[in-house]
């Protein structure tokens, strides 16, 4: 099977998580549209068709002193409706940033509907700005439009509605329930964006995984792997014609004296080391930060994060604890609903060029429950619903692989758990929960490569 696509692509991928992330861009394109409009009205203004009363009505403003009061007065309340705006996103994301972790940041960070508030009232302000100093009063020069003046108060109207809109929407927003939904909805999105498609079936030998080793890459800046480019790899290892084997993935952290890659020369005699290393550094996108875009452990690492909070005795909340492990599941069962990412990347004629990190079941699992696990040794409820959430996980679970990595997950929360149990009855129920899942891993079911 051929893997290959224009290296463009994970570029673009890159930058638009960025962008995304930056909250900035859609308030900067609603300043940027405020200005287009504003040339477009004073354009119709100056052809002299809305001076006329009959064509304003009720909203025609004949007097140059009268405009600039109503242009002022609108500018400072939406500049101040933003401050307003701005300050309740701080609290919010201070009141997040304690509650659930700082991680779930970059989330409130990617609101839309709050960048959208922003860029209404600020593009409003702008295009005030833009009308008032139009208006003249000048003797034989004055200049009243009055289009723009009409449109600036419907720009009022619309960012006093967003505003209203946005109070409610941050009400919302900051409940437990919504927030644990929210990193979900990231999680599924990672998901769907690394793993094949379900039914796509993905066979690969794991022998073509072991390749031998002639010379190695180290890294060129510390930091966590935000992204990597293995179609830009693949077009390098063609060329060179060599074989790359990638020894991190994206989420893992890197130091500028780790190796990164390793070489195997294969085909070529002489290879262009210089030209490789350069380009293999150039494929690696290194940040302070981890981030979603080929990092599907992020997700789970934001889930557990809020239910590691929920669980310490400052907040002691376990029903979001409980919230975020239902959700895990569900992440658990759509990835094991797809094939496993495949580490192996082949050029045009199908040949091997690069050789990824991959990944395991077990591994997911882990991600999603160990440190729960760990947390919730004296937490009878958080225990029993960890083991049905595995019950439930397991009923969907098509390969033994899979079962396996559940099984082995529901026998370290019975062995973490019971001993912690101060009477018969937590004793009992978490041993009914680890029996359903004994049960329904230890079923015969067809194995699905």
Same mark, same amino acid.
């Given at each position: 099977m051929v893997t290959f696509v224009t290296s463009t692509k994970t570029l673009l991928i890159h930058f638009a998580e960025k962008f995304r992330a930056a909250p900035w861009t859609i308030p900067a394109f609603y300043v940027v549209l405020a200005i287009a409009l504003s040339q477009f009205t004073l354009w119709l203004d100056a052809s002299g068709h809305f001076s006329n009363p009959a064509t304003t009505g009720f909203f025609h403003i004949s007097s140059p002193e009268g405009a600039r009061v109503l242009l002022g007065t609108i500018a400072t309340s939406m500049l101040a409706i933003a401050g307003v705006s701005f300050s309740s996103i701080?609290?919010?994301?201070?009141?997040?940033?304690?509650?659930f972790g700082p991680r779930l940041l970059r989330n409130f960070l990617k609101d839309r509907a709050s960048q959208r508030t922003l860029g209404v009232l600020l593009g409003t302000f702008v295009f005030c700005l833009f009308i008032l100093r139009e208006v003249r009063s000048i003797e034989n020069d004055w200049f009243v439009p009055a289009l723009s003046v009409m449109t600036s108060v419907v720009l009022a109207m619309i960012g006093l509605g967003c505003f209203i809109h946005f109070i409610q929407h941050i009400l919302r927003e900051i409940q437990a329930e919504q927030v644990v939904a929210d990193a979900f909805r990231?999680?599924?999105?990672?998901?769907e964006a690394v793993f094949p498609e379900i039914g796509e079936e993905l066979v690969e030998d794991r022998a073509i995984l072991q390749m031998a080793t002639d010379w190695e890459i180290k890294g060129y800046k510390t930091g966590y792997v935000q992204a990597i480019n293995y179609e830009a790899m693949v077009e390098l290892a063609m060329e060179q014609?060599?074989?790359?084997?990638?020894h991190c993935r994206?989420?893992?952290?890197v130091s500028d004296q780790q190796v990164v890659a390793s070489v195997d020369n294969v085909e070529a005699e002489k290879p262009d080391r210089d030209l490789i290393i350069e380009k293999t550094r150039e494929s690696f996108y290194i940040g302070s930060a981890r981030t979603p875009e080929q990092d599907f452990e992020y997700g789970f690492r934001q889930l557990v994060e809020v239910a590691l909070r929920a669980l310490s005795p400052g907040i002691n909340d376990p029903f979001t604890a409980m919230d975020c492990i239902d959700y895990l599941g569900a992440g658990l069962q759509s990835t094991f609903a797809r094939p496993l990412p495949q580490p192996v990347h082949r050029d045009r004629e199908g040949a091997i060029r690069v050789?990824? #990190?991959?990944?395991?079941?077990?591994?997911? +699992?882990? !991600?999603?429950?160990?440190?729960?696990r760990q947390a919730s040794r004296e937490r009878c409820d958080v225990s029993c619903r960890l083991l049905e959430t595995l019950a439930l996980t397991a009923r969907v679970a098509r390969q033994s692989e899979q079962r396996a990595a559940l099984l082995k997950q529901a026998q370290m929360i019975r062995d973490d758990s019971s001993p912690k149990m101060s009477n018969d009855f937590d004793r009992? #129920?978490?041993?009914?929960?680890?029996q359903? +899942?004994? !049960?329904?891993?230890s079923r015969s079911k067809k194995t699905v490569p």
């Open positions: 701080m609290v919010t994301m201070t009141l997040a940033s304690q509650q990231g999680l599924q999105s990672s998901i014609k060599v074989r790359l084997k990638i994206a989420g893992d952290f050789v990824a #990190c991959g990944t395991d079941y077990a591994g997911l +699992v882990g !991600a999603a429950f160990n440190q729960i009992d #129920c978490l041993e009914s929960r680890y359903s +899942v004994e !049960a329904v891993c």
